[in-house]
């Protein structure tokens, strides 16, 4: 399973506002410099770039990640994702279990070894720089938001000026539900799109349109741009996978699980 593309496609969607439910868009985004495209209507996400693909299907409760050099795609339903979810917190228990009779000191590196794989979100120093400038035509500020973790450049702009509202987050939050089911620490897209006017303490207000991600040795770990978002009809075929493509076993899914779907 293709996970470590699915989740960089979820953090990327925190660049985005809403989407009205009835409007399809066209959002076209750099990440390290390398161009993304996500498309959205309603129940539907295509999220494009790096060679991969990945088409979330709300209505279909599906989720397909295609490899586009090797022209393979693997599926992962919505049991597929609760079963996985089951897997891991029986792993946890046995792993937990099997501390019970450790020395101490070998108890404390394993729970300091599970502590650190955890993906929860750092506590947050947001600091605004009092500079503006302009990129790719949003007028943004400035900000720098320093966690246990690193040190975040952040150019954030208005809502309003993207043109998107954040009432209709429908399609991205029922990938985010979806992902949920196995990583429950996924946080509602819409959580990412904070009021501009009235910042709070620990929030980047706005939409971020530009990031640069360092980490605790001043390496830049990745960079985001927000560059045009279009809004359109999107053909349906878009959110479908590409013909020719084969499907593989998905190593993620659980044994027994059926592995029906397109060819």
């Known amino acids: 399973m293709r996970i470590s593309l699915w989740l960089a496609a979820f953090a990327a969607v925190s660049l985005l506002s809403a989407v009205p439910a009835s409007a399809d868009v066209t959002v076209h985004m750099k990440v390290n ?3 993304v ?26 989720l397909w990640a295609a490899d586009l050099a090797d022209k393979t795609y693997t599926e992962m339903t919505e049991e597929d994702m609760k079963s996985a979810g089951q897997q891991l917190d029986a792993a946890m ?5 099997a501390m019970k009779n450790m020395p101490p000191e070998q108890r404390a590196a394993v729970e300091a070894m599970m502590k650190k794989g955890q993906p929860a979100a750092p506590k947050s120093v947001v600091k605004p720089t009092g500079e503006s400038k302009t990129v790719n035509g949003f ?5 720098i938001v320093t966690d ?10 208005d809502p309003k000026a993207v043109s998107l509202a954040a009432a209709d987050l429908a399609a991205f939050n029922e990938f985010a539900n ?5 990583l429950p620490g996924m946080d509602q897209v819409g959580g990412f799109i904070k009021d501009y006017d009235h910042p709070r303490e620990g929030e980047v207000p706005g939409i971020p349109v530009a990031s640069v991600r360092k980490n605790t040795k001043g390496k ?10 279009e809004k359109g009809d999107v053909p349906s075929a ?26």
């Open 238 to 263: 878009q959110f479908e996978v590409p013909a020719g493509f084969k499907k593989e076993s998905n190593p993620a899914r659980p044994k027994g699980a059926s592995d029906s779907g397109n060819e």
């Open 37 to 62: 495209t996500l498309l959205a209507e309603e129940h539907k996400l295509r999220f494009d770039g790096l060679d991969q693909l990945t088409i979330f299907r709300g209505d279909k409760k599906v």
């Open 139 to 143: 007028v943004c500020r400035g900000y």
């Open 93 to 97: 228990s046995q792993i937990e279990e």
């Open 148 to 157: 246990d973790h690193g040190v975040t450049e952040v150019w954030a702009a």
């Open 220 to 229: 830049v770990v990745v960079t985001t741009e927000l560059v045009k978002v």
């Open 178 to 182: 979806f992902m949920q089911t196995m």
């Open 33 to 35: 410099g390398e161009p």
